[in-house]
């Protein structure tokens, strides 16, 4: 279970579940084992790195903000680059992004479409 660190935080924390190393100039999926539990309309999740990891570790998000839709079903994984000259380790347990649930105004016309799955897009076909 994620938790906000103090309660005035607006997002929670993710953790690495996984050890993962990051070569300098390589991209990678970091698993979390977090999956989206509230799936309700007009609502989505911003993910975003923490900035230490940025600081620190030379990471960078590489679609800078992500976008999670509420219908988003498989695990939610953190795409980092390492812009540094030295392999990065995430280690299992450590906290490498934060994600904050957001509202929206569904201004825009939508298809029919459920979604079946994907990385990084509608996941529709």
Known sequence: MIKRQTKY???ADLTCSKQ???EPNQTAL????YYIDNHEYHMFYMLCARSSIALKKNLLLMNGVGIIDSDYK???K???RNVGTEPIVLEKGERIAQIIPLSY???FE???NEREGGFGSSGTT
């Open 9 to 11: 935080s607006a997002g």
């Open 20 to 22: 993962t190393t990051i």
């Open 30 to 33: 970091v698993p979390t084992d």
């Open 74 to 76: 498989d695990e939610v």
């Open 78 to 80: 953190v795409m980092y």
């Open 105 to 107: 105004l569904p201004l």
């Open 110 to 112: 939508a298809l029919d």
